[in-house]
């Protein structure tokens, strides 16, 4: 008989080592979710991850013990613990998008790919805290307030998934769903040394959701502290469905064999933190160590119309919420009601041109997948900043806007292929740095595969901030 594990430690396992336990029978996940409940009771008022808690986890963890018990268990990750960011659905809790008028909105039904969670067995904790209408790079709201990164409360975790990569980097879970619209995956996992997947457009189909303001540039994935946890969360939530027709494509192969990899330093003249420049070479040295073909170049496509739609796109998004939630107008910060009175005045044959830029876009940077399989470049441009500002004003000595830090995410979300951040060393003071991986459109899996590979490779297990180890008890 396999030795009992403690299950005041079982926050350190993840998500495939809980699945393996409770096949073994040496954890249930009824103990790990009343543990775990103990810990978020603990940690979460200092980092504010959780926002809102799911009043029938333990149920539903006690039907999945249940069901493991008796051998018929609905998934490999049944029983495995999830959050889900507050931008995403979740029948009978409140989907308030982080605006105070939203905040008695009960969900009706699941976004797809909660309900194929619930189909899968995995247990919602509850709902992570998202940045005011999800369209901002660090997480506060006048609803909630700030979240902050477990590897120093001072610090931002980032944005848009802010709340959820707090939760699995401080082990409140092992699993959380986020989105990410133009890097709201991939820069809060480089902020807390997660791997956060970008799937594909379509990869994972949407239904039951908010509405798609921000186009088709907005989808669903995974984080975790781990590619094999990513990866296993992906299969969950990944594939087709009728009610969206973009996600009704066939999957290709993933390559064998060495990968052509062009690796992107930096973006022309725009300032990057010489810490993150450093760390990225290092792990870019781990890759070619695999035996793939690594180029040093810039990226073989510009991106002006990605850069001329960006602010139309986010103007008419916010008018696009008033319109379909009237409610949040006149409590949304004036930030935003602004942008919806710019959003109000667009042009719709400006608009119209600009999607048609992207459109021309996406076919050049197909075209440029054809001589590379992998383009490599940092997540973020900037380390973590203090948890109330909305953005770091300066990087390597140099004054920046709103997006200077967040300069190398959003083409990937405008040509829709996949990406996947992955932990590089960490700066000299401990903070986790990221890199990005982008595959070609439909090699979600390839990068799944070379993100298992880098990580076997570069021998570093998960490091825990020193706020996760403040208890050894929950």
Not at 278 to 291: C, D, H, I, K, Q
Not at 314 to 328: E, H, N, R, S
Request: charged residues 20%.
């Amino acid at each position: 008989m396999a030795a009992q594990h403690d299950v005041t430690r079982s926050w350190r396992l993840g998500a495939l080592e809980l699945a393996a336990a409770y096949a073994a029978g040496t954890l249930t996940p009824l103990a790990v979710v009343e543990a775990l409940g103990a810990r978020i009771a603990r940690l979460n008022p200092e980092l504010n991850a959780l926002i809102t808690i799911n009043p029938a986890a333990r149920e539903d963890a006690a039907a999945a013990t249940a069901r493991w018990a008796e051998g018929t268990p609905l998934s490999p990750l049944d029983g495995v613990p999830l959050t889900v960011k507050d931008h995403l659905n979740v029948e009978g809790l409140a989907t308030t998008w982080g605006n105070r008028a939203l905040a008695g909105r009960i969900a009706e039904e699941d976004e797809l790919a909660v309900a194929r969670c619930r189909a899968a067995g995995l247990v919602i904790l509850g709902k992570t805290n998202v940045p005011e209408f999800t369209l901002e790079g660090y997480t506060d709201n006048a609803l909630f307030g700030v979240t902050r990164n477990p590897w120093n409360p001072a610090l931002t975790p980032g944005g848009s998934s802010g709340g959820a990569v707090a939760a699995v980097a401080a082990g409140l879970c092992p699993l959380a769903l986020g989105t990410d619209g133009g890097g709201s995956i991939r820069r809060p996992a480089s902020h807390t040394g997660l791997v956060g997947l970008k799937p594909s457009i379509g990869a994972v189909a949407r239904a039951g959701s908010l509405p798609q303001v921000m186009l088709d540039f907005e989808v669903v994935g995974p984080l975790a502290r781990t590619a094999a946890d990513a990866e296993a969360l992906y299969r969950v939530i990944e594939g087709p469905d009728r009610r969206d027709q973009g996600s009704l494509w066939a999957r290709p192969a993933a390559k064998v064999g060495p990968l052509r990899i062009l690796y992107v330093p930096r973006f022309g003249e725009q300032p990057l933190d010489p810490e993150i420049a450093e760390s990225v070479e290092r792990a870019v040295a781990v890759l070619e160590g695999l035996g793939h073909r690594v180029i040093r170049g810039a990226l073989p496509f510009g991106l002006a119309s990605v850069d001329r739609f960006w602010p139309m796109m986010g103007a008419a998004a916010v008018a696009a919420i008033f319109a379909a939630l009237p409610q949040a107008e006149p409590v949304a910060a004036e930030r935003f009601r602004a942008l919806a009175a710019q959003g109000r005045q667009l042009p719709a044959a400006d608009y119209l041109g600009g999607w048609e830029g992207i459109r021309r876009f996406r076919e050049r940077v197909s075209r440029a997948f054809e001589a590379v399989d992998i383009i490599i470049t940092p997540s973020a441009a900037a380390l973590p900043w203090p948890a109330t500002e909305p953005y770091p004003p300066e990087i390597a000595g140099q004054a920046v806007g709103p997006r200077g830090h967040a300069i190398y995410t959003g083409w990937v979300n405008a040509c829709g292929h996949p990406a996947i951040n992955l932990p590089a060393p960490p700066s000299a003071g401990g903070l986790p740095i990221g890199f990005q991986l982008v595959g070609a459109f439909g090699q979600d899996a390839q990068l799944l595969q070379l993100a298992a590979d880098y990580e076997r490779a570069n021998g570093r297990g998960w490091r825990w901030p020193a706020l996760a180890e403040q208890t050894t008890t929950g």
